[in-house]
């Protein structure tokens, strides 16, 4: 009962927010302005080839993405990102798969979502390691709300004033973050997550701030977010001229204790087009140090079952180099894009993290995807290999 409770609330502020969102504001959404009439906001068709080899073998093929954008009527656009990945080979069959399927409306005093979302950079500023208010994954079917604001503040003995960019509240409800094989549907396995993001400036430097609390609807993995005490997880990302880094904690189960499930990832951005010569367009860094553990947390290498099998999480790196010629003239036949990664990680503090026995169910490959690269699961088999990953293709 609590749990369709909280939904219906959740959705019936969405349906208000619909109903009054056409009062005029004192400020308004650059995006909801931008957008006039009914037509194509962006499209993208991208072709192209990867090679993989990580905790799951090694993979190759071809593979397609479709991402469209578009708007409605008024401020409601809808997304759509659908990809198909082929594996070398005449009879093999391909994969495909819905990566964003989403309508939103984009008001003067809120915004609500709805459907399947790359929620990535919205709960995170990472691009590997990160998202763990999510348990690591990314793409979630997902509803909504978020509102908006700014500050002000006056300057004493000075007629100035200090205003801020964007910020926002968001609430969101996930009812299930598992793969298809472990999900079911009866509400134990949602999600609740809400988040103040704050925006700030310094001179030539730009800042975000997360902070997110999430919680289950019932004790699933006490480990987790998924329980009924629920996690906090704080960021800050700070942007100045071609460089970038990054700084995320979190407490991903306030039921078990900071001993048991903290962690904390670290990195750092540079755009490098101008230091070499135009091959490369940007490099990533990312590092997760493990700042808690315990034998009963299977998601860190704890086997709950046979605790003298359980080993403790170690550090562990990533690193990304990718490019992307003709951005700068859209209209430029070459669109070229190609990159690569590199990574020791196994998908600790996530739910790709779980290992055959350590539960009491089945587990098979985990209970979800974990990090990504180019829209690939991607992840090490063990600390002291690697996985890596190459891919090229054509743009238009």
Known sequence: MRRTAGLIVLVGLGAAGVFFGRLDALETAASSKAMTGTAVVSQEYRVGYAWMQDVSGTSYGPYAVLDFKQKLFNSFTAEMNARIFKPAGSDDGADLGLEIASVSYVGSWFSVSGGRRDLGSTVSPGCYFGAYSTMG???????????????????????????????????????????AEHSSYDGTQGLLLAQLRVKFRIKESSSDLYINYSRGLEDYFINTPLCGAGGVDAAYALHLGIWGCFADW????????????????AGTSLEIKKVSFGLLDSAVFEAEVPLGWGPENPFTGGDPQNPALATDPQWCWFVKVTNRLGTDRPNQPLRLFYGGALTNAIGDYTLSRLAEGSLSVPVGDGFGVGPRVEGFAFRSSSYASLAGIVYAGYEF
């Open 250 to 265: 979190s407490l991903e189960s306030l039921m078990t204790g900071p001993a048991a499930s903290s962690v904390i990832a």
């Open 137 to 179: 994954e990314r793409q979630l079917d997902s509803v909504s709300l978020t509102f908006p604001f700014r500050l002000f503040a006056d300057i004493p003995d000075a007629d100035a004033q200090v205003k801020a960019p964007y910020n926002a509240v968001t609430l969101l409800y996930a009812p299930n973050l598992f793969d």
